[in-house]
């Protein structure tokens, strides 16, 4: 964090009034710098939710000054056990109340991109996906607005085809856990073809289909990465 982060953010929060502040930070790969631009749609928790569940804005804790009162009077806490995304959750309940929103358009925080390759965040592992998938069913319990949900159903989407590509459950248990996502369509989400043809053929097809055609994707992906 800059040094004046915290001055910056309080000085914020107190000229307005404000429970949440948010600022800009700067993306830090090896040798260059990208600016990540934090500002919202409207600074009202609706839309704030908004942003932050169709990945228009980052949705963590590193870039937001919150009054400690958000936490206390709506009885919120961080998720024990919740290793993956736990501080969105938190930043989305604090949203289902009526807070003041303020806006920083300071860079005031770096994110390290590059340095830490086994972040928790940056790998793909049966337990990782374990977590994914326990923070996605925990914004299903309190994000019930249906302008809203299905941002919520297509992180679900993107589980399911991580849970193709690493194969871990059987295919009865497959459609256990994703038989949900049939009945939606994610035509106007930002979600790639690929992990909508894969889980489509999975549901509709057959989970086997789905496997052998990734499969092929990872044999070829493989030998394209050996030339």
């Given at each position: 964090?800059?040094?004046?982060?915290?001055?910056?953010?309080?000085?914020?929060a107190?000229?307005?009034?404000?429970?949440m502040?948010?600022?800009?930070f700067?993306?830090?790969?090896?040798?260059y710098?990208k600016?990540?631009?934090q500002?919202?749609?409207?600074?009202?928790?609706?839309?704030?939710?908004?942003d932050?569940?169709?990945?228009k804005?980052?949705?963590?804790?590193?870039?937001?000054?919150i009054?400690r009162r958000c936490?206390?009077?709506?009885g919120i806490?961080?998720?024990?056990?919740?290793?993956w995304?736990?501080d969105?959750v938190?930043?989305?309940?604090?949203?289902?109340?009526?807070i003041?929103?303020?806006?920083?358009?300071?860079?005031?925080?770096?994110?390290?991109?590059?340095?830490?390759?086994n972040?928790?965040t940056?790998?793909?592992t049966p337990?990782?996906?374990e977590?994914?998938?326990?923070?996605?069913?925990?914004?299903m319990d309190?994000?019930?607005?249906?302008?809203l949900?299905?941002?919520?159903?297509?992180?679900?989407l993107?589980?399911?085809?991580?849970?193709?590509s690493?194969?871990?459950?059987?295919a009865?248990?497959?459609?256990?856990?994703?038989?949900?996502l049939?009945?939606?369509?994610?035509?106007?989400?930002?979600?790639?073809k690929?992990e909508r043809?894969?889980?489509?053929?999975a549901?509709?097809?057959?989970?086997?289909?789905?496997?052998?055609?990734?499969?092929v994707?990872?044999?070829y992906?493989?030998?394209?990465?050996?030339?």
């Amino acid at each position: 964090v800059d040094n004046t982060f915290l001055q910056m953010l309080y000085g914020i929060a107190t000229a307005e009034d404000a429970d949440m502040v948010i600022c800009d930070f700067m993306m830090e790969y090896d040798g260059y710098s990208k600016r990540s631009v934090q500002r919202p749609s409207q600074c009202t928790p609706y839309n704030l939710t908004s942003d932050i569940l169709s990945l228009k804005l980052h949705g963590g804790c590193c870039n937001k000054l919150i009054r400690r009162r958000c936490y206390h009077s709506y009885g919120i806490n961080f998720i024990a056990g919740l290793n993956w995304g736990e501080d969105m959750v938190t930043v989305l309940r604090i949203l289902r109340n009526p807070i003041r929103i303020s806006y920083c358009p300071d860079t005031m925080y770096h994110y390290d991109c590059h340095s830490n390759g086994n972040s928790y965040t940056r790998i793909v592992t049966p337990a990782h996906l374990e977590q994914r998938e326990n923070y996605v069913r925990l914004l299903m319990d309190f994000i019930t607005d249906h302008s809203l949900n299905i941002y919520v159903y297509s992180r679900l989407l993107t589980v399911a085809y991580l849970a193709i590509s690493l194969d871990v459950y059987t295919a009865e248990e497959f459609h256990r856990r994703y038989d949900i996502l049939k009945g939606y369509s994610f035509a106007g989400c930002s979600l790639s073809k690929q992990e909508r043809m894969f889980v489509w053929i999975a549901l509709h097809i057959g989970y086997p289909a789905a496997r052998a055609l990734m499969k092929v994707k990872l044999f070829y992906r493989r030998l394209f990465k050996r030339k």
